[in-house]
């Protein structure tokens, strides 16, 4: 099957927050990455803990529907099984949030409460994430785009939309980390 033009430019969307994670993890010093901006803003852990959180999620949501799950609807949200997140992370991270948690309305003190992990878990857990959406991606085909994944929303949410913000999502996420990378780095953190 020749891959559509649309996940190539998804898949290169996603490779590219995975470059700029791993750069971030990769050249940030441990102390700074729970380092939080003046205003209890998010640090760098939680960024990319969040940004892969919220990609996971919704990967494995797409997948679900893909694989013939009906999309949620009403109040009836119950997170997706296949997680890379449920299957091994939670337990290799142990964060102290609820299992299902993927950090939207977090307060101050929520991002204050995330542990010190190890970068390389981190990147471990956002690379295994990544590996999951180009599998989704390398799989859909032209008429996928159009399937409804989610009808909580009006309209309903479709495979394209939803990987459109998700992408756009995890984008600014990253971005934020390599902008509080900076002001750690002028503030003197840790």
Known sequence: MERE????????????????VDEVLGSTPPAHLLWQPPGGGNHIAWLIWHLSRVTDDH??????VLDGAPPPRGDQWTAPSDQAWRAEWADRLGLPYDRDDFGLGHSPDDVAAFPPV???LLG?????VQDRTEALL???????????????????????VRLAS????????????SYVRGLAERAGAG
């Open 5 to 20: 033009l649309a996940s190539c430019v998804l898949a290169d969307g996603f490779a590219r927050v995975r470059e700029t």
């Open 124 to 128: 471990g857990y956002h690379a295994a």
């Open 59 to 64: 990967v494995a949501g797409i997948t679900a």
């Open 138 to 160: 390398g799989r859909l085909r032209r008429t996928d785009f159009a399937v409804v994944c989610d009808e909580r929303w009006d309209p309903p949410v479709t495979v394209a």
């Open 118 to 120: 190890a970068p390389s």
């Open 166 to 177: 998700v992408l756009n999502d995890a984008t600014q996420h990253v971005g934020q980390a």
